[in-house]
């Protein structure tokens, strides 16, 4: 099968996300990252044949749910997992053991998107002079999961990451990869040799697209967002950009990164949400976690 076709598509891709990147505020480039890093997380899980949708992940990581396996043994699976349960229900509950490691994805992929001078355990560039998103897709598709052949490694994806971003990507926002639509993922795992590298490719190019369309919602969040004042008590300019850099924020996270009373952050937090620039994302009535919300 042809590669040249998926090949220029996900370079333009790319080249288009990277360039939207650049040209954002610096808390909706940081945002960016840190959503894209847990949709990447979300997808190597799907791929792996178990779906967990971003922001549960992004909870989970937060402190603010805790074990699914306890959950499910207590009958408050959807406690734990919100979105996930209310959209498509588990047939059996997420090891603890696999949302670890999609976790640690997560948090190496954004490591690898924030910090020019890391590079994962193992990378190595190998010689040659195609281009770098082909060498990283065929160091990906030759590299697969340890005692799993049919799955795309976690592993071997960073590697990819960190070649195409040393041969020449800018690394913002990073290379995506799995948050490409569950089908392609799914049909990742059944490509025979010929069509791997081109579907990876093709993967890559709508996982970018994805990326465009969540960096678009930030900045009209952003947009949104300017247009709160501040009063003697909530510091609406610093808290709206705190929500933009962080995918799931407390009250707690934003009385600590704005050093203002608990009061004033829920103050911030309520005036956020009656704007529509956050949504609640547990459904509790206590403890909760705001994300930004989509635009009504």
Known sequence: MDTLSPLLSAQDALARLEASTEAALPEV??????????????????????????????????????????????????SVLPLTTASAPPEDPPEDRDVAAALAHARQWRRLAESRGWAPEGAIAPAGDEPALLAAVQLLAE???????????????????????????????????FSAPIQQLHRLALAPRATLIPGLLEAIAEAARQARRELNRLNGAATRGAGLKSTARARLPEAVAEALRRPVLTARMLAGSLRISARAAHDAIDRMEAAGLLREATGRSSWRAFVVAERR
């Open 29 to 78: 480039r940081e945002g960016l990252i840190a959503r894209l890093a847990f949709r990447e997380a979300s997808g190597w899980l799907a791929h792996h044949g178990t779906w967990i949708h971003p922001v549960d992940l992004l909870l989970r990581d937060a402190g603010v749910t805790g074990s699914y396996g306890a959950a499910e043994l207590g009958m408050r699976l959807p």
């Open 143 to 177: 590299s697969p999961e340890e005692g799993r052949g049919d799955r795309l490694s976690s592993a071997s994806a960073l590697r990819a990451a960190w070649l195409w971003r040393e041969r020449g990507g800018t690394g913002h926002p990073g290379l995506p990869i």
